[in-house]
């Protein structure tokens, strides 16, 4: 027999993880549905031109990570290395921008695929939670969508969170300090990494977000973006931060924050976690603003601003915070019995229970009454019910409280509401 590996940079989830990787959607849904998201679900896989051109030739997704390949039909696929573009495509396609009130407001979520160095907290597919605001008109779009962001990581457990904020200005703004960039680093770029030399003719702007140490100490002396902001471009950021500040939302100017993709304009920001240890995995989640993204796949001029949040590294990240409150699998009941017509009653009795909300199960595997006890145990059950003849016949059963050990017997009419007393603890979570 053949054994088949795990994919490098893939990752199976289970018991705990998988939970806990449903759970973060969850909460991550219901909180930006308080603000009017609704969710929008787009294919794993466009044409490759889709991501080339919103994404950005000169950016490192489309560079080097992008899984592309050709179908039976002569195309060129790609899986999508985010989900923003789809979305965009998804908008335009439907005509959803002349149908629909604006600003359209989406979130999505789904795996995206980069062909990365897998390492901590990166991986190959991995799972991208975000919001799309399309047809923004005004800084105000811009604040609620990063206070939102910024709350959704305290509403899933996030002690704190740093929030690293910057603006590019506009397209005219961005070509006179890229031009301005070009001149500065013209005398060290034959000193500089091989990713920077690239950039460096392609989008001098990308080369502020290189992480080479020895880079880093030439672009510290580099302009700053701040030097070539218009008044006007100067007061839409202040919205913003005046905004963060009416919260306490800690935020930290960072000049050099250009964001990887080639889209953006005006505001970016990316939100981080520092560990007691000092440990970061790098941005858990990352956003802006952008002009031109909705007429780059064929729509009309929409300004929108979205952010994305990666579901594995906030989920390991989590796992060290707040390690008791983890989500664990666990059951509400556990049906115990023996024999052929008890089976039936508790087969029966199971699904009662389930129809009225409580996670059951039994098995159907001939145990005895110790070896069924042992299981229910193990899959971390509140409650053993005993199916017994003598029960069958009175319509009561013996109901085990398995962490306390205390037993009573309840009438089959009153079961459900003995277990929604009980297990009250479980239910209002
Ligand atoms: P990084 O600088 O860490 O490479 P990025 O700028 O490429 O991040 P984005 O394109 O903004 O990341 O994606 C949004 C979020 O998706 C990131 O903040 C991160 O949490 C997550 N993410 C990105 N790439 C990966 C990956 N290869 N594996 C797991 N999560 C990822
Ligand atoms: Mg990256």
Do not use: W
């Not at 995206?112 to 779009?141: C, I, K, M, N, W």
């Not at 961005?174 to 500065?184: F, G, I, S, T």
């Not at 939100?271 to 802006?288: C, F, Q, R, V």
Request: proline share 4%.
């Amino acid at each position: 027999m053949p054994t088949y590996q795990l994919q490098r940079g893939t990752y199976d989830a289970y018991d705990d993880d998988a939970l806990n990787l449903d759970k973060l959607q969850e909460i991550l849904k219901a909180t930006v549905s308080l603000y009017g998201f609704n969710p929008i679900i787009t294919p794993i896989y466009e044409q490759t031109e889709l991501f080339t051109r919103s994404v950005g030739e000169s950016s490192d997704i489309v560079n080097k990570e992008m899984f592309s390949f050709v179908d039976k039909g002569g195309r060129n696929i790609s899986l999508r290395p985010e989900l923003t573009a789809g979305v965009m495509r998804a908008i335009v396609t439907n005509k959803l921008y002349a149908t629909r009130d604006l600003p359209l407001k989406y979130y999505y979520c789904g795996p995206a695929f980069r062909y990365e160095r897998p390492q901590q907290g990166r991986y190959r597919q991995f799972t991208q939670f975000g919001v799309e605001r399309v047809g923004v008109t005004s800084p105000l779009d811009d604040a609620e969508t990063i206070i939102m962001g910024y709350s959704s990581l305290l509403m899933i457990g996030f002690p704190r969170v740093t929030l690293k904020i910057n603006t590019l200005g506009d397209e005219k703004t961005r070509d006179n300090y890229r031009a301005a960039l070009k001149e500065y680093f013209a005398p060290h770029i034959a000193s500089m990494c091989e990713d920077c030399k690239r950039r460096f003719e392609t989008n001098p702007l990308r080369i502020l977000d290189c992480k080479d140490p020895q880079d880093r100490e030439i672009i510290a002396k580099a302009p700053s973006m701040s030097e070539y902001l218009s008044d006007e471009e100067k007061a839409y950021f202040k919205v913003i931060t005046d905004a963060l500040e009416r919260f306490d939302i800690p935020y930290e100017l960072d000049t050099t924050l250009v964001r990887g993709l080639d889209y953006y304009s005006h505001v970016v920001f990316e939100y981080h976690y520092t560990s007691d240890d000092g440990t970061n995995l790098g941005a858990i989640g990352a956003g802006g603003h952008y002009d031109n993204l909705v007429s780059e796949v064929g729509g009309p001029m929409l300004s929108s601003v979205g952010f994305a949040l990666g579901l594995e590294r906030l989920n390991s990240l989590l796992k060290e915070i707040k390690q008791e409150e983890y989500e664990k699998p666990f059951l509400d009941c556990f049906l115990i019995y023996q024999g052929e017509e008890c089976q039936t009653v508790a087969f029966d009795l199971a699904m009662m229970l389930r129809f009225n909300g409580f996670k059951c199960d039994l098995l159907y595997q001939n145990k005895n009454y110790g070896a069924q006890l042992k299981v229910a145990t193990r899959k971390m059950t509140s409650f053993a019910i005993f199916v017994g003849e003598d029960e069958v016949k009175n319509h009561r059963f013996n109901i085990k409280n398995l962490e306390t050990q205390e037993q009573e017997a309840v009438a089959y009419d009153d079961l459900v509401a003995y277990l929604d007393e009980h297990l009250e603890v479980h239910h209002h979570d």
